[in-house]
């Protein structure tokens, strides 16, 4: 072989080689980009490029400047809500670590139920075993300063914050409370308050009442505790009162109808997008329940508690007492994403074990009874000073709630006028308040308590449910 030729296969080599590289390096380009893509989908998508210059634009040329992470979390929030759904929804960072905290069973601070009254902050309750409580801490007490900041004139949210902080950490509090001259200065160390989504109590004739406010994480196992107990005081029949009970999560939804659906059958039904998968929770209950059951439901019952609602009724015979439901027969996935962002996504529809779609249609009771109008007047705001010559929703409102009272408001078709203003002034005597004739939030918030108090009384739809459980004993 001569040395030209040699020279020429090496160059052939080389040509080879290169060609090879440059082929290696055009897959895995192609490979990269395909990667890319295939990670990133939104960037096949023609109008991406908008996105990618709007983004640029603003970076660059937005006259006050933008943060990056804000520009990114405004799309995708935009990007959620142009589905048109009210269920789904992107809540960025602390949103998001707000809305993880909303479904466990505990918080950090010091564990207060706190009102607006007339410019004063009251505390209307404190939370059993919570920080405040064991610090001495009473309702009836009036934020002064929390840790030397005066509450006066601040807003509800800003003193929530003041309140909260690290568990551990000293809130020192001082407040005013009826019957001493002095304020008083009390430090409570913020901790653990825990939350509450069931509460129970035996009626007089040995009827099981237990109220689930909402689904969250410790909810089964409240539920659990509130029946042991109930049966232990010789429990003759349950009442279940789902009124106002905007549902929340299905896993503990599915742990207590385990109690009560016989082994075997189905509870709920979840069918994802395209039916490209079906999951039916079935019962695997341990002990046969054989007390009598009646539920409580209104137009508020809404998701997991209808999800309760329609698997007793349809197969652990309970009976159904109230108004239709929300009708919301549909699952959202929620996912917490690195930075604390959530993305809540309604992913699939349920259906009853009878097979129905309860979606905007709602589960009608076995039997239908309405609530008195008087329970769905609005809460009347803070800030209130209605007096003579006022007018308006607000003013109707009052004069309904005076009404139901027994208070004489004359015509009281929304118009503070001398009748009105009388009725105020009865009202005021009769509450041991000054009687001016001016509603402030003082006397809204007694007019409040006192209708409370007349409903828990004439309640037709828990009184015919204990009555029909009685009967039924």
Avoid at 47 to 64: C, D, G, P, Q
Avoid at 86 to 103: A, F, R
Avoid at 327 to 347: A, M, P, W, Y
Avoid at 386 to 410: I, P, S
């Amino acid at each position: 072989m001569s040395i030209y030729g040699e020279k020429a296969v090496k160059q052939r080599r080389g040509v080879t080689v290169g060609i090879l590289v440059a082929a290696a390096c055009l897959i895995g380009f192609v490979g990269g980009r395909m990667s890319f893509e295939w990670q990133y989908p939104i960037t096949k998508v023609a109008a991406f490029s908008n996105l990618s210059y709007a983004y640029k634009e603003i970076r660059n040329n937005y006259l006050n400047g933008a943060d990056s992470k804000a520009l990114v979390d405004g799309a995708t929030e935009g990007m959620v809500a142009s589905l048109e759904d009210p269920y789904s929804v992107y809540l960025s960072g602390d949103k998001g670590e707000q809305y993880m905290q909303s479904y466990e069973d505990h918080f950090v601070g010091i564990g207060v139920e706190i009102r607006e009254q007339d410019g004063d902050f009251i505390i209307e309750d404190t939370i059993k075993g919570a920080p405040a409580e064991k610090s001495g801490l009473k309702p009836g007490d009036a934020f002064i300063t929390v840790d030397g900041k005066k509450t006066k004139g601040i807003t509800l949210t800003e003193l929530k914050q003041l309140v909260q902080g690290k568990e551990g950490s000293i809130a020192k509090l001082t407040v005013s409370r009826d019957g001493l001259k002095e304020p008083l200065e009390i430090s409570v160390a913020r901790g653990a308050v825990p939350v509450h989504t069931v509460t129970s109590q035996m009626d007089k004739n040995k009827i099981g009442e237990i109220v689930i406010t909402r689904f969250a994480e410790k909810t089964a196992d409240e539920f659990s505790e509130a029946i042991e107990s109930l049966q232990k005081e010789g429990m003759k029949g349950l009442l279940i009162d789902l009124r106002g009970n905007p549902g929340g999560l299905l896993d503990p939804t599915i742990a207590i109808a385990n109690r009560f659906v016989p082994k075997g059958k189905v509870i709920v039904q979840v069918v994802y997008k395209g039916e490209k998968q079906i999951i039916t929770h079935k019962s695997d209950q341990e002990t046969p329940w054989k007390l009598p059951i009646a539920i409580l439901v209104d137009a508020h019952t809404a998701s997991s508690a209808e999800v309760l609602t329609a698997a007793l009724k349809d197969t652990a015979g309970a009976t159904v007492i109230g108004q239709k439901t929300f009708g919301k027969g549909i699952v959202q996935n929620f996912r917490q994403l690195k930075d604390g962002s959530v993305l809540k996504l309604t992913e699939a529809q349920w259906r009853s074990p009878n097979g129905q779609w309860i979606h905007k249609k709602g589960i009608e009771p076995t039997l239908s009874i309405e609530a008195p109008a008087y329970a769905e007047l609005p809460r009347l705001p803070t800030g209130l000073q209605l007096k003579n010559g006022d007018y308006g929703e607000m003013v109707q409102t009052a004069q309904t709630m005076l009404q139901t009272l027994g208070y004489d408001v004359g015509a009281g078709k929304g118009i503070y006028d001398d009748a009105t203003a009388e009725a105020v002034k009865a009202f005021q005597r009769a509450e041991g308040l000054p009687d001016s004739g001016v509603l402030n939030d003082k006397s809204a918030y007694r007019m409040t308590t006192r209708l409370l108090e007349k409903y828990k009384l004439e309640d037709p739809q828990r009184n015919k449910a204990m009555a029909m459980l009685t009967a039924a004993e």
